[in-house]
């Protein structure tokens, strides 16, 4: 297949054939670095999971990685099953919906793996060798997880018959019109314009931001005045934009969620009577002007008392509150988020909501502390 498609025209790397390099350091890099060069990935799927008798750190194997950075980075993708694989898939996808659905409830978020939810049920299912255990036992465990991924994201599966490979290779060959890669191609070009073009206008903020920021804070040392409103209204309009959320970054990474962006702030201070007074607010919202030291449930008090940073949640109003102590000040960060989450989500995704703030802005939030933490 692999040669009739370099016939028609087309280059085809293929981890089989060792263009990927060796599997063994930085697989997700050299799996990326392979698929950004490409058009369009073609997935083949027949009995074995892979050429190793293991999966990889994290569950996965290296063509699911394949795929993940294909379906990350948009490209066209083609899948091909083997009509028994395809027949008995379609027999199993209820059940796998169904054990797939109970882990979501369960857990509160996605799994790292794939095969995270199904890997017990299969085994069990095997093991007492039933019914579905004559559909299941034909190919590698793994595979009907993989397939359960590409099917829920809604890439159609094409029969592919290995004993007619040519016939096969012709059609594949058919999808991949000159017309369609010339489109493909305008895609990827448009979305590297668009790439630097967010880069120049991030950079452009954040130097414009930093300078005003700046000068607020020198007008509030000159003047003695103690309202850091309008230094937080600087920090917010460069912090309010879109942030996503993603799982197992490293391995197999999935936007779960987007943060829409910091809407609000507000800023605490230490007033030595064991009180928080409020000395400055930014976006629409109404903070109390005075905390309590004593005062329990309380986003800011907890962050002060335990010198940690937190990160809070109200339900109701779909709202995260990164709340920071800088010297005897409380930074309090309002983001809103695109899905609605429940409390248990939160809690379940605190680290990678943690890295989605701090990854894209770690150089601005750290000039942020700078400002507040040497404000006396």
């Keep these: ?84 694989i395809k027949k008995n898939f379609m027999y199993l996808k209820d059940d796998l919906e169904r054990i797939n659905q109970e882990f979501l409830e369960t857990n509160h978020r996605l799994p790292d793996s794939p095969f995270d939810p199904f890997e017990k049920w299969i085994e069990k299912e095997l093991n007492d060798g039933g019914f579905i255990s004559n559909f299941l036992k034909i190919a590698d465990p793994f595979v009907w997880a993989f397939l359960f991924d590409v099917y829920k994201d809604r890439n159609w599966l094409y029969e592919f018959d290995i004993s007619e490979s040519e016939k096969n290779a012709i059609k594949i060959s058919e999808l991949l019109s000159t017309s369609l890669r010339s489109v493909v191609d305008l895609i990827a070009n448009r979305e590297v314009l668009e790439q630097l073009q967010n880069q120049t206008s991030y950079l452009l903020n954040y130097a414009e931001q930093s300078l005003e920021m700046l000068s607020e804070r020198n007008l509030i040392t000159r003047n003695g005045k103690n309202d850091w409103s309008e230094f937080l209204t600087q920090a917010i309009l460069f912090l309010n934009r879109p942030a996503n959320i993603i799982q197992a970054a490293t391995f197999n990474p999935t936007i779960v969620n987007t943060i829409t962006g910091c809407f609000a702030a507000s800023l605490y201070a230490y007033d030595q009577e064991d009180s928080l007074m409020c000395i400055g607010i930014a976006g629409d919202i109404s903070a109390q002007n005075a905390f309590k030291l004593t005062e329990s449930n309380v986003f800011v008090v907890d962050a002060y008392t335990k010198n940690e940073k937190l990160i809070a949640y109200r339900e109701e109003k779909q709202t995260l509150y990164i709340t920071e102590p800088l010297g005897e000040s409380v930074l309090c960060l309002h983001f809103s988020l695109e899905e609605k989450w429940t409390e248990e989500q939160v809690i379940a995704y605190a680290e990678e909501i943690e890295h989605a703030i701090i990854n894209k802005n770690e150089y601005f939030l750290d000039f942020i502390r700078l400002l507040i933490g040497g404000r006396i």
């Excluded at 697989?27 to 009995?47: A, G, I, P, R």
């Design 1 to 84: 297949m692999k040669t009739h498609l370099e016939i028609s025209g087309h280059e085809v790397p293929i981890f089989e054939d060792g263009d990927f390099g060796s599997w063994e350091k930085d697989t997700l890099e050299q799996c990326l670095t392979v698929v950004k060069s490409s058009d369009v990935f073609v997935l083949l799927v027949n009995k074995k999971a892979g050429a190793g008798q293991q999966l990889l750190q994290g569950n996965v194997t290296p063509t699911y990685l394949e795929y993940k950075a294909a379906l990350a980075e948009k490209k066209h993708i083609l899948t091909f099953v083997t009509p028994e």
